[in-house]
């Protein structure tokens, strides 16, 4: 059988991994010798690291560059594809960790390579199967699911208050003040730390808390004001300006079509 240790040292650019975890459970903090691509084929799994948070819904996957610390979790029964991959060259995107759309091809591919043996031969079709894998990764469209965490203590530290908590409705001069800061300078700093505006974070944390409430089987209605909204309809505004699809549709697509 094979297990994620053994196959860091597989003499071979892909190896790939095929594995299913019950709801709830943890794989603590860790990280590995070679690149990875998580993809959940059913299920959604939720993946912390020292600078982001990202959701792994069906038919979407993380690239976690090697070394990159980071610690799961099932918030679902899981389905999991894994590659471990050696090195991607040139592509400045591989060295962060991104969520991706994977497409058809991609999951063709996919499930072709956790039926492939690890010391499969270069030059046959199998070795040309896991580099037409590298091709496709190079293409992949980034999904907006990803949520950056402030390195700056204060600014991490409400932030991971926000994250489990999304129904706050504090203001931003509630914020500044919890982080000792004035409006202006805690709006600035946060920018320069995650790359987007508080209030857009917010959203975000928002919406990847909805795909995981709805992974769960919960209404459109439950889910709207369990992440914080006050209306069904202000929450479906967000949902399809992030997604391009109400959540009604997005459930029908992501969980229900696979």
Known sequence: MKSSAALQNIDRPIASLFDEYPPGTV?????????????ATSGVMSVMTDKGSFVIPPQRALWVPAGIRHHVTALSHVTLKTLYIDSLEHQDWARKCRVFGVTELLRALINQAVEIPPLYE???????????????????????????????????????????????????????DAVGMSRRSFTR????????????????????????????????SQVAFEVGYNSI??????????????????????????
């Open 122 to 176: 270069l030059d046959s079709r199998d070795g040309r199967i896991m580099q037409l894998i590298l091709d496709e990764i190079a293409c992949l469209p980034i999904d907006p699911l990803s949520i950056p965490m402030p390195a700056e203590p204060r600014l991490a530290k409400i932030c991971t208050r926000f994250i489990n908590e999304p129904t706050l409705q504090l203001s931003l001069d509630q914020w500044a």
């Open 27 to 39: 794989d603590d903090w860790h990280d590995h010798r070679r690149n990875q691509l998580i993809y």
């Open 233 to 258: 309809s202000a929450y479906t505004t967000a949902f399809h300006k992030a997604f391009g699809l109400p959540p009604s549709k997005y459930l029908l697509v992501h969980f229900e079509a696979f």
């Open 189 to 220: 700093s946060f920018r320069e730390q995650s790359d987007m505006s508080f209030i857009h974070w917010c959203t975000q944390v928002r919406l990847v808390k909805a795909i995981s409430l709805m992974a769960a089987g919960k209404s459109v």
